[in-house]
């Protein structure tokens, strides 16, 4: 297994349908659900440990979904609202080091459990025309809504693999 990226890079098909978009929203729909039922009664110690040398930490990883997920929710929401809006990148290391990462993991669930129910809810009206929607990304260039939405999910189950690695779980 590719620890780095242990469920695989992302993988957007060509042509996505709303049938990929119900199925990337059914995963985000349970994650936190998911991501608590696994962190919730963790040890300060367990919060600590990496998925391999010199990654985040499982508290650091929470965070930081809960950060990227805040981040591309906007960026969805400007696709489908502004014509071709250019986007910001964020440092995530430098966020890592604020002091709200300090905080235990639950005010992080908290806000990904308000978001996600709001992408779901947001995906479940979007239509064919609204998929070919975009923002420009100042740094990676043109991303489509159905590639947002794809990432979303992704990014949730990707970091989901690595909290499971470093608490020495099966990942699926």
């Known amino acids: 297994m590719n620890v780095k990226f242990p469920i695989g890079e992302?993988?957007?098909?060509?042509?996505?349908?709303l049938e990929d978009v119900r199925t990337w929203l059914n995963e985000i729909e349970t994650y936190t659900d998911r991501l608590r039922d696994t962190v919730d009664n963790l040890s300060e110690e367990e919060l600590s440990k990496t998925y391999r040398e010199g990654s985040f930490t499982v508290r650091?990883?929470?965070?930081?979904?809960?950060?990227?997920?805040?981040n591309m929710y906007q960026r969805l929401?400007?696709?489908l609202t502004d014509d071709a809006p250019t986007v910001p990148g964020f440092d995530q290391e430098k966020w890592l080091e604020l002091?709200?990462?300090?905080?235990?993991?639950?005010?992080?669930?908290?806000?990904?459990?308000?978001?996600n129910k709001r992408i779901v809810t947001l995906g479940h009206s979007l239509t064919e025309d609204q998929l070919q929607r975009y923002f420009i990304h100042e740094d990676t260039g043109k991303i489509t809504v159905a590639t947002k939405v794809a990432k979303l999910s992704w990014h949730e189950e990707h970091h989901f693999a690595h909290i499971k690695i470093a608490l020495g779980m099966e990942v699926k």
């Open 99 to 115: 002091a709200d990462n300090s905080l235990p993991v639950e005010p992080s669930i908290r806000m990904l459990e308000g978001m």
């Open 60 to 70: 650091q990883l929470v965070h930081h979904i809960a950060d990227s997920q805040l």
């Open 77 to 79: 929401k400007l696709a």
């Open 10 to 17: 992302l993988q957007v098909p060509d042509q996505v349908t």
